[in-house]
């Protein structure tokens, strides 16, 4: 299979083609950049004055705990068929990733069941886990699925973030049966059967897969993923001042699935394209298959409780959340807005940084009416 396709090795050799050579119209692609480039993201390049802003409707829960730094500008690359045809702005500039991170969580979840460290994603965690995290009645019922779907309806307290905090956040429940404010009490769901986007929760996925291999999952990470992929030395996975844990006589961080209060992964454009090509490819990197087909196909089926949701990722199946890309797109995304796209349907990864949200679907579709064959 690999020989088929072409793969980069250094950021120094990664081939470029013109568009036209990989069926692209050179005009359009163009514009679609241009409209990119004009749809910066408001966001102040300040992120630790931004994040405080948006968490102050928290109070104390909101506090920035985890390192954070200064944004850079609009930025990022489309790949057709593994090479470059289009660049823009510093892709070499190591940014906050936001939620993207959770992608990356998702894929050492992935790694733990082609190892077999997991035996099943709908086993309990508690089978696994024993910190007090995942006792009964309520937390000991939810499996490494539902962490990975956001449907566990996890209850308790993590880095001194209540799960509440993050109530209502964005959820698949009418208004009418929940809070309508965030961080508002509400009575609990069954896990599985109630979407909710709940930094806390992924926080103790983060945790738990930590305990789980034992071993700090930057480190994973870098050995199982970005070091075969070609990746930068440049990335960094952060966690909270207080997210440090003993395992084995052994002191390690906790990272998080993003910048919530701080932390998470700072990593390049150029980098988080690798990362989205390895999906594009089904886990495989030349002769290496380093993440399962099958995790492919089970981190990007619709979860029930969301069909726009996969374990840790975006879809763009059932009701399309960018209307212009078509159904079996994928997207890790992030704050600010940072965006991967992966469209197998196009042979097509993207990666846009600091952009409007509101110009996501601009974007893909301006990329897309640039294909020609």
């Known amino acids: 299979m690999s020989a088929a396709h072409y793969f980069p090795s250094s950021d120094q050799s990664w081939e470029r083609r013109q568009p036209q050579d990989v069926g692209m119209d050179p005009e359009r692609l163009a514009a679609a950049i241009a409209y990119t480039t004009s749809h910066e993201t408001p966001a102040p390049i300040d992120l630790h004055a931004a994040i405080s802003g948006h968490n102050r ?15 850079g500008g609009v930025n990022g690359l489309v790949l057709r068929h593994g090479y470059i045809v289009a660049e823009w702005g ?23 069941l082609d190892r077999g460290l997991i035996r099943d994603i709908d086993d309990p965690v508690r089978e696994y886990v024993d910190d007090g995290g995942f006792d009964p009645p309520h937390n000991s ?47 609990l769901r069954p896990p599985g059967t ?10 103790r996925l983060a945790l738990a897969l930590l305990r789980c291999w034992g071993q700090p999952l930057p480190d994973l990470l870098k050995s199982a993923i970005m070091d075969p992929i070609g990746a930068s030395a440049t990335w960094e996975w952060h966690g909270y001042d207080n997210s440090s844990v003993t395992i084995d006589g052994r002191t390690m961080t ?35 298959q ?27 199946a059932g009701q399309p959340r960018y209307p212009s890309a078509p159904a079996s797109s994928y997207f890790a995304i992030g704050w600010g807005t940072n965006l991967l796209w992966v469209d ?22 301006h990329t897309l009416a640039a294909i020609t064959s």
């Open 57 to 71: 409707s928290e109070g104390p829960s909101g506090a920035i705990i985890g390192p954070v730094k200064p944004r």
């Open 90 to 112: 510093d892709t070499a500039r190591v940014d906050m990733s936001f939620s993207a991170a959770k992608s990356y969580l998702a894929d050492l979840a992935g790694l733990a």
């Open 141 to 187: 019922r939810i499996t490494w699925r539902h962490l990975l779907q956001q449907t566990s309806e996890w209850t308790g307290t993590l880095w001194g973030k209540p799960d509440m905090v993050d109530h209502n956040r964005q959820t698949t429940a009418s208004s009418t049966v929940l809070a309508k404010s965030q961080g508002a009490a509400r009575d």
């Open 194 to 203: 109630l979407w909710e986007y709940n930094d806390v929760r992924v926080n």
């Open 254 to 288: 906790s990272v998080t699935g993003g910048g919530h209060w701080g932390g998470g992964l700072w990593i390049n454009s150029r980098d988080h394209a690798r990362f989205g090509y390895l999906h594009l490819r089904r886990g495989r990197w030349r002769d290496q």
């Open 290 to 316: 380093l993440l399962s087909e099958a995790w492919i196909d089970t981190e990007t089926m619709p979860s029930t409780a969301n069909p726009g949701y996969g374990c840790l990722w975006w879809l763009n």
């Open 344 to 365: 197998p349907e196009h042979d097509l990864v993207a990666v846009a940084r600091w952009i409007d949200a509101g110009a996501v679907d601009g974007f893909l579709g």
